[in-house]
């Protein structure tokens, strides 16, 4: 019972993770069709700059300037990289973000080192917040959920209850229409693109030192945001919401289920043994295969459900 | 020059037709030279061949493959996969345990015949995983391709039968059977059999542009709704120009297992799966011989440039970026741009423009590479120890006036090459509009 609330709490940290960070991917691939690569490199940034700038002035100045470096190169990336590439097509683009990630990754290696750097939890936020069971939950993971809950509520707001949301809200479904009426789309498009940048600098922020600093951060989370966008569906922030969650739990609960499919089967598994490739595969623990378990959920939806699970269109 | 991809494209292999004979020379002349080159650099004394320049040329070739055989998704059919080293990697495993399996003796297979079956076992993952994969297309596709491809990776260090682990398989490839009574214990034999397949490889996949499937392909990656009305089925000829594709792949990965006698995850790895969107793009995807430029070039950087630079990888990511910025045709387009000019006799009008336009844009280059080179030296070089050494004279990353220089260069030069850009477009207007008229 314990494990299940502790990973429960875990779980939902996680998820909140990610969903500062697919949050403004979902946005950005839903209004421009463009599959942002750079966005956890943007995320890795965000964690490197924060870890300067609070050996420099502290953690508290930090978790406001580093998101505004990145949204300020978000911006920058937009104007003068993508949309100069936007007249050869969506394809061009995706290629554009992935050259680019390319270079941050090489250049955050090259600036930083590969080895982790000692990005640390600030000492005013580095006390058990309560005790479960006899295990400490952080305050800094409490502290994570407060900023991540506080961003939930203001984009929210900012989408239902503002002019630009409005624009912002329309431009996901009708982008053409939007523009017909006379707004400027590519101007949304550039701040959307910052918002969405300085979201996932806020990530890099609060998660640079929740998980490791290093220059593979990047690469890891990567693809698990695709799966998170993927799997929530284009255009649906709710959606991309219940994705964060869903692949937040699942992975930090396989972590602690200690099954495997041979098990299951019980006789019949040890019939087949180990030795060949099929009882490898059954005998597998599930805390084992939790890395391979969003790969599999988001193959498994684009094949069956290409707009994912709230989706209003096909990816 | 800034062609859309999909114009330069059909010409191209038009033009192929029309001139086969003026063409194909230069391809010819091409293999034989490489043939040749590593008794360019025979050492004569101790009786050896260049170790270096065989490993670079063997890389190449199965690179080439390997990235030909991208070009036939992404060039192509328009898809863009993200997972295309699964089909190189799984080629080299499987070719692992076949090599295994003849040493031991239930395989009677020559070693020049194990790339083929790697090939069939390439084709084998490419219809199970391409039945997945060709239900979507565009960005669907591309997440789909890159699902399997974590899914495989992470596999591979997961299960220890058939992937070994994060150790890898490994295997002896003097299996004492070959069809010309060849042991291949030296490189230099394996590069010889590397230079057949990779031939092989190249006319094979020549050889089903022209097929109906070929032009199919490029129909649906045109006007996918118009091939559809025309009755083809998409997904099929998706599924089929992926599991073809995914043959090629398995051979050059075959040949990766052989030359290395060892195959691990990062055969399987998304890195890979990324260098051969960096060399098909660069090259060209639009042309067929495009993805042969660019693998060639990329293996050069890899096995030169890495020697010199630490931050080599940031130049590559920086060509790929200013390729799909300035010329999405990539190298070939490039080459191919020039085709119409120099039949006409006409590339002299364009000597003197290119020197303009060489002279700011060397200087910007030198500016990039200076800024790039002492931020490396600041950080990285400072750990391992390493100090700047220019002209044979030191450098110190510390002083502002190298970075003051480098700053310089770029900035001025880049402003420069911005004005001989504009002028020289004019001259290159002028040029093709004056082709344009004689040929009216």
Known sequence: ???????????????????????????????????????????????????????????????IIAPLVCAAIGAAIEVWGLRRTHHNGHIAELLFTFGLFFIIERGVQMVWGMLPVPYRVPTALDFPLFNLYGINFPAYRGFMLLIAGGMLLSIWLLLTR???????????????????????????????FAGGCFLAGLAGVIGGNY???EPSMAAALGPIVFVVVVFGGLGS???????????????????????????????????????????????????????????????LMLLFRPRGLMGTRDT | MNAPPTTSAIPAGQRADAQPARRNWIWF??????????????????????GFLLTMLSQMGMMIIFSLSYNMLMGQAGLLSFGHAVFFGLGGYST???????????????????????????????????????????????????????????????????????????ANRMIERSLFGVEYASSIEVFYLILAWTLLAALGMLFLTKTPLGVMANATRDNFERAQFMGYDPRRIRFLQFALSGMFAGIGGGLYAITYGIVTFDAVAAPLSANAVLMTYIGGATIFYGPILGATLITLLQSGLSLLSNAWLIYVGVLFISMVTFAPAGLAGMIQAHAPVSRAGRMGRLVVPYIRLSIPGLATLLGFV??????????????????????????????????AVAVGLLVLGGAWLRFEVKSFALIWDEVTADLKQRSV
Request: a negative charge; glycine letters at 12%.
């Open chain 1, 211 to 213: 998980q490791v600093t």
């Open chain 2, 370 to 403: 200076g800024l790039v080179e002492l931020s490396s030296f600041l950080t990285i070089g400072e750990a391992q120890g390493k100090t700047l050494v220019l002209f044979g004279s030191k450098i110190d990353v510390h002083e502002t006036m190298p970075w």
């Open chain 1, 1 to 63: 019972m314990e494990i299940v609330l502790i990973s429960l709490l875990n779980g939902f940290v996680y998820g909140m993770l990610l969903f500062m960070l697919a949050s403004g991917l979902t946005l950005i691939f839903s209004m421009m069709g463009v599959l942002n690569f750079a966005h956890a490199g943007i995320y890795m940034i965000g964690a490197y700059v924060a870890f300067e700038v609070s050996r420099m002035v502290g953690f508290w100045p930090a978790l």
């Open chain 1, 162 to 192: 503002t002019r630009i949301g409005l624009i912002i809200q329309a431009s996901l479904t009708h982008p053409n229409m939007v523009s017909s009426l006379g707004h400027n789309v590519p101007r949304v498009f550039t701040m959307v």
């Open chain 2, 29 to 50: 002349v091409l293999v034989i030279a490489t043939a040749i080159l590593p008794w360019l650099f025979y050492d004569w004394n101790t009786g050896r061949h260049s």
């Open chain 1, 237 to 299: 922030l709710a959606g991309c919401f219940i994705a964060s969650i869903i692949v937040g739990m699942l992975q930090t609960f396989a972590v602690v289920v200690d099954f495997s499919l041979s098990d299951l089967l019980g006789g019949l598994g040890d019939w087949i043994g180990t030795k060949n490739l099929l009882g490898e595969i059954l005998a597998v623990p599930v805390s084992r295969i939790g890395p391979l378990l969003p790969y599999a959920m988001m193959v």
């Open chain 2, 96 to 170: 692992i345990h076949f090599l295994n399996a003849a040493e031991a003796g239930s395989l009677p297979l020559p070693l020049e015949l194990m790339p083929l079956m790697a090939g069939l076992a390439g084709l084998g993952f490419g219809i199970v995983f391409g039945y997945m994969a060709a239900k979507q297309r565009a960005t669907a596709f591309a997440m789909i391709t890159m699902g399997i491809g974590e899914l495989i990776a992470t596999a591979a260090i997961m299960f220890h039968n058939f992937f070994g682990g994060e150790g890898g398989v490994s």
